[in-house]
């Protein structure tokens, strides 16, 4: 199973909304054209991590937030900088700001993505 094949598989099971299916379908366009393997495990593993975090703040649910430790080590990753641009990306398409626990969380999955790609090279 491919990326693309787990969210058909959550809409299908009425686990996310079609927005919430439109959006991951945008921002895995704008993901692979950052040459990220998204087909990867840890990418599978992330894609299905923002369609329900998009769920959630769809729904107004909230996460408890990452510790701020853990925030640091995010913010020193190699693949930050590449996070930050894709949550302003994310937040452009959904035409609101993302709850800054979510960010935290799709920081930290796409951080780890990026870097994992980088100790591959």
């Avoid at 900088?81 to 937040?91: D, R």
Wanted: hydrophobic share 40%; charged share 30%; proline share 2%.
């Amino acid at each position: 199973m491919n990326a693309a094949e787990r969210i058909e598989m959550l809409w299908q099971g009425k686990v996310i909304s079609d927005n919430v299916k439109r959006i991951v379908f945008k921002a895995m366009d704008w993901l692979n054209k950052k040459q990220l393997d998204l087909d990867s495990d840890n990418g599978q593993m992330f894609i299905t991590h923002l369609a329900m975090s998009l769920e959630r703040c769809g729904k107004g649910e909230e996460v408890v937030a990452l510790p701020e430790d853990m925030m640091g080590e995010v913010r020193s990753s190699k693949g930050y900088g590449l996070a930050c641009e894709f949550i302003e990306y994310l937040e452009e398409l959904l035409n609101y700001e993302l709850p800054e626990c979510e960010k935290g969380y799709i920081l930290l999955h796409l951080s780890v993505l990026k870097e994992g790609e980088v100790k591959c090279d």
